[in-house]
């Protein structure tokens, strides 16, 4: 089994910065990748961005693309997600997944909530 904390959401003004954490701990080897997904109240759980657990290789959302970092450190068994330039529309409920190899996003962490105010 996998376990996955989120922590670092908060109340933010826009233009500011927040940093995610995602610790991870179980059976996390062989894991493909971990990813951060956002959903807001009547909405569907949106991607966010990602990271190849090997490689090191990023993929990112349009909408947040050249304002959010994603970044790992595998000694720690985290991943980052750096929030800048935030928006009142990144408001939402960030969650952190992890993807075993070969299959989909099967691991989730409980959520913590990003505010912007405007």
């Known amino acids: 089994q996998v376990q996955l904390v989120e922590s670092g959401g908060g109340l933010v003004q826009a233009g500011g910065s927040l940093r995610l954490s995602c610790l991870a701990s179980g059976r996390t080897s062989g894991s493909a990748g971990m990813g951060w997904f956002r959903q807001t109240p009547g909405k569907e759980r949106e991607f966010v961005a990602s990271?190849?657990?090997?490689?090191?290789?990023?993929t990112y959302a349009d909408s947040v693309k050249g304002r959010f970092t994603i970044s790992r450190d595998n000694a720690k068994n985290t991943v980052y997600l750096q929030m800048n330039s935030l928006k009142a529309e990144d408001t939402a409920v960030y969650y952190c997944?992890?993807?075993?190899?070969?299959?989909?996003?099967?691991?989730w962490g409980q959520g913590t909530q990003v505010t912007v105010s405007s």
């Open positions: 997944a992890l993807r075993p190899l070969g299959t989909t996003w099967n691991y």
């Open positions: 990271i190849t657990w090997s490689g090191g290789r990023t």
